[in-house]
């Protein structure tokens, strides 16, 4: 996806955060209404997974109230770590799926089309921009979650943005960080949070992403010959030289010791401000390019879409359309989704008066256009991140491998992947 295109879809869906819906101010949407009974007994049950984990808990209370308000029963499925697809997949094949879950990916819709019911009669889709709408074969088979975006979150008590606004300066930074007995830049060991998001940036700077992606997967293009790859290298291996080996570190404690102030900053999502909440963080904080190449632009995207199960029964299909007109239309499900989830919305007229400081820094990238496109879940192979380039960045942390040696395995592993 080019730039301009994401910046006009992403745009048109936050400036459509200030219309008005006229869904919303009733308690339940109409068509959950249908499923409520006056004795309160269950009026049907369906399942949730999806791989978000840091609304997971917020999800389980969405359930309960849902259930009172309705009298369909949700169960959320437990997410484990970095297996989720895998594990969906291995659910769908075996017919034991769940009726609603999430996708990441236009490779993985392509991958599960067979399990993905239409959606085109949900009741608040014309109030959502058509481009953030997942399809596959003109059907429309998922909705958008929300609007995320990635960077360098940084304290600005501890640094300023014009020392980590070019290579060089990142790097020196990440030095200087560890003389001073500090974290300059931290990753965690989880597969997106180690090296699939990271590895966005110089994909999505090159003039044609796609084609790019393409003339990597044809053997046309080594990436450790592109200068952005070089680029990144050089922050990988000053984290590499100078900090704790980020395979010892959870995504919980690199969040946590951020907010304490350990860190000075970590490349992460709005999505993490959540749990700063268990601290008493009394800094400011933003969200920063990372400046490879010249870059100044943080990576904005559509991080995944509920999706509802093809092959479950007639009845268990209309329960889960139901939800999600809930979710969407009602007051309640907008609570969850603005304040409680900390979504930034999708659906016009959806308010979100409170962003926190993160999620403000993506919505405000989005109205100046100072974004770049999450190549990695349009073009990238399906899977490739948790099967084959955490595996990469493991052996670069933990061994001797140069990093010239660690951007011709990322590479190998594309090629690999994509023509599997």
Same mark, same amino acid.
């Given at each position: 996806m080019k730039k301009r295109k994401i910046v006009s879809l992403v745009l048109a869906t936050v400036l459509g955060a200030s219309m008005v819906l006229g869904g919303c101010g009733s308690k339940g949407g109409s068509d959950a209404s249908n499923t409520e009974g006056a004795s309160g007994e269950s009026k049907g049950k369906i399942t949730i997974f999806q791989q978000k984990?840091?609304?997971?808990?917020?999800?389980?209370?969405?359930?309960?109230?849902?259930?009172?308000?309705?009298?369909?029963?949700?169960?959320?499925?437990?997410?484990?770590?970095?297996d989720y697809y895998q594990n969906l997949k291995t659910y769908m094949s075996s017919e034991s799926g769940p009726t609603v879950f999430s996708l990441s990916s236009s490779t993985e819709i392509a991958e599960m089309s067979a399990y993905l019911e239409d959606?085109?009669?949900?009741?608040?889709?014309?109030?959502?921009?058509?481009?953030?709408i997942a399809k596959s074969d003109d059907k429309t088979v998922g909705v958008p979650m929300t609007a995320e975006g990635f960077g360098l979150v940084y304290n600005k008590n501890l640094i300023s943005e014009d020392q980590i606004n070019t290579t060089d300066a990142l790097v020196q930074t990440i030095k200087?960080?560890?003389?001073? !007995?500090?974290?300059?830049? !931290?990753?965690?060991?989880?597969?997106?949070?180690?090296? !699939?998001?990271?590895?966005?940036?110089?994909?999505?700077?090159?003039?044609?992403?796609?084609?790019?992606?393409?003339?990597?997967?044809?053997?046309?293009v080594n990436i450790a010959d592109v200068?952005?790859?070089?680029?990144?290298?050089?922050?990988?291996?000053?984290?590499?030289?100078?900090?704790?080996?980020?395979?010892?570190?959870?995504?919980?404690d690199n969040c946590g010791d951020f907010a304490t102030g350990k860190t000075e900053m970590i490349h992460q999502g709005n999505w993490c401000y959540s749990l700063f909440s268990s601290y008493d963080v009394d800094f400011d904080m933003?969200?920063?390019?990372?400046?490879i190449a010249g870059n100044k632009s943080i990576a904005v !995207?559509?991080?995944?879409?509920?999706?509802?199960?093809?092959?479950?029964?007639?009845?268990?299909?209309?329960?889960?359309?139901?939800?999600l007109n809930w979710l969407y239309t009602s007051e309640t499900g907008a609570d969850y989704l603005t304040n409680k989830f900390g979504f930034i919305p999708?659906?016009?007229?959806?308010?979100?008066?409170?962003?926190?400081?993160?999620?403000?820094?993506?919505?405000?990238?989005?109205?100046?256009?100072n974004i770049i496109p999450w190549t990695f879940n349009e073009e990238w192979p399906a899977g490739i991140i948790t099967t084959y380039l955490v595996q990469n960045a493991e052996e670069y942390f933990s061994s001797d491998m140069t990093t010239d040696e660690f951007l011709r395995a990322l590479n190998d592993s594309f090629v690999t992947a994509a023509n599997e």
């Open positions: 984990t840091e609304i997971y808990d917020q999800l389980k209370e969405l359930a309960k109230d849902y259930e009172k308000e309705t009298g369909v029963e949700v169960e959320v499925w437990q997410i484990s770590g970095d959606l085109s009669d949900l009741s608040f889709l014309d109030k959502i921009n058509d481009d953030l200087d960080a560890t003389a001073d !007995g500090e974290t300059g830049l !931290g990753l965690s060991q989880e597969a997106y949070f180690l090296i !699939g998001q990271i590895l966005n940036t110089p994909f999505a700077l090159q003039d044609d992403p796609a084609q790019f992606c393409q003339d990597v997967y044809d053997g046309k200068k952005e790859f070089q680029e990144l290298g050089q922050i990988f291996e000053a984290i590499k030289e100078n900090q704790k080996n980020p395979l010892e570190v959870s995504y919980d933003g969200i920063a390019p990372l400046p !995207g559509v991080p995944s879409v509920w999706c509802v199960n093809t092959d479950a029964s007639d009845s268990d299909k209309q329960l889960a359309k139901d939800f999708v659906v016009d007229g959806m308010e979100a008066d409170n962003l926190d400081p993160l999620s403000q820094a993506v919505s405000d990238a989005i109205a100046e256009g």
